[in-house]
């Protein structure tokens, strides 16, 4: 089935950049994912890319897309400590019905 | 345009006990995803509703688990004769169509507690 790994931890300190990866098995994925999901909250979508693209840059986040080795990461800029929070990657599954695949997510901790 | 609504925030039931979450979501919205978040994991896939109609339960499991998606109302997921291993945050998500290129809105999540 189905599989997306990422690292479980990362710590950056406050104004250095983040970088989040993410690998992911199902190389019929069409759209990718990012949600964020901070201390008990639910998920909120970050940002996402196309599989026909290579980079994509939202204000202080770029997706980046290796399609050939299955690898997508997230960098944010200029880290802030409303980042820390749990970063999860979500491939669209290839069944067609909508469904994500989660990673167990990354827990991002921005230290002053 | 109020966002996915689930409710009820925190549940806590005994084993043996039924536990019903609901789900309302965005206005519009007639495709409702519900995932199970255990403990330090990441949120698995459960099942995909339709507007009276059952899509995809290929993450459901066998026995105890039921979902619906009324033509009124919102979508209510069942779980019958709860375990200590049920409880976990059950998230719902809800999308205008069903395509690759819709994006899915969640709610804050119900957090269940059996005891």
């Known amino acids: 089935g189905e599989d997306v790994e990422q690292s479980l931890f990362l710590s950056v300190r406050e104004g250095d950049s983040s970088v989040i990866n993410c690998t992911y098995t199902?190389?019929?994925?069409?759209?990718l994912y990012w949600y964020k999901q901070e201390p008990g909250a639910g998920l909120q979508l970050l940002t996402y890319?196309?599989?026909?693209?290579d980079m994509k840059q939202d204000q202080r986040l770029t997706v980046l897309l290796n399609k050939k080795d299955k690898h997508l990461s997230l960098r944010i800029a200029d880290t802030q400590t409303g980042d820390s929070a749990i970063y999860f990657c979500?491939?669209?599954?290839?069944?067609?019905?909508?469904?994500?695949?989660f990673g167990q997510g990354t827990t991002l901790q921005v230290k002053p | 345009n109020a966002g996915v609504m689930q409710n009820p925030r925190h549940l806590v039931r005994r084993r043996g006990q039924e536990a019903r979450l609901r789900c309302s979501p965005m206005k519009g919205h007639s495709h409702v995803y519900w995932y199970r978040q255990l403990p330090e994991e990441g949120l698995k896939f459960m099942v995909y509703l339709q507007k009276e109609n059952i899509i995809d339960e290929s993450g459901m499991p066998k026995e105890r688990f039921s979902a619906e998606f009324p033509k009124e109302g919102p979508s209510i997921l069942r779980i019958q004769q709860v375990v200590r291993g049920d409880s976990a945050a059950y998230f719902c998500?809800?999308?205008?169509?069903?395509?690759?290129?819709?994006?899915?809105?969640f709610g804050q999540g119900t957090r269940l507690t059996v005891v």
């Open positions: 998500a809800s999308s205008r169509t069903g395509g690759d290129d819709t994006e899915a809105f």
């Open positions: 890319i196309f599989s026909n693209m």
């Open positions: 979500a491939p669209r599954g290839s069944s067609n019905t909508g469904k994500l695949i």
């Open positions: 199902d190389s019929s994925s069409t759209y």
